[in-house]
C-alpha cells in the first residue's frame, strides 16, 4: 500500500494512482486539496490566519459546484 500526505490518501500502486489523478473531476480535485490543506495542517506549516483563508477559498469551491 502507498500513500500520500501522510496516509491521507492511500493507493496499491503507481498505477492506481496515476490513473485516478488522470480521471479527477472537480469534486474529486477539491477533495485531493482539502487531504493537502489538512496534512500541511497537522504538520504546522500554515499560521492560523493561512488556514483560515484556505478554508474560506475551498467553502466557496464547494459552494459553487454545482453552479459552473
Known amino acids: 500500500m502507498n500513500s500520500i500526505?501522510?496516509?491521507l490518501i492511500e493507493f496499491d500502486n503507481k498505477e492506481e494512482f496515476e490513473n485516478y489523478i488522470n480521471s479527477l473531476d472537480r469534486?474529486?480535485?477539491?477533495?485531493?486539496?482539502?487531504?493537502?490543506v489538512e496534512y500541511i495542517v497537522m504538520n504546522g506549516g500554515f499560521t492560523?490566519?493561512?488556514n483560515?483563508?484556505?478554508y474560506k477559498c475551498l467553502e466557496i469551491l464547494k459552494e459553487n459546484e454545482n453552479h459552473d
Not at 27 to 36: D, F, L, R, T
Request: hydrophobic letters at 40%; glycine letters at 10%; zero cysteines.
Open 5 to 7: 500526505f501522510g496516509g
Open 27 to 36: 469534486k474529486s480535485a477539491i477533495q485531493i486539496i482539502e487531504k493537502q
Open 48 to 50: 492560523l490566519t493561512e
Open 52 to 54: 483560515h483563508a484556505l
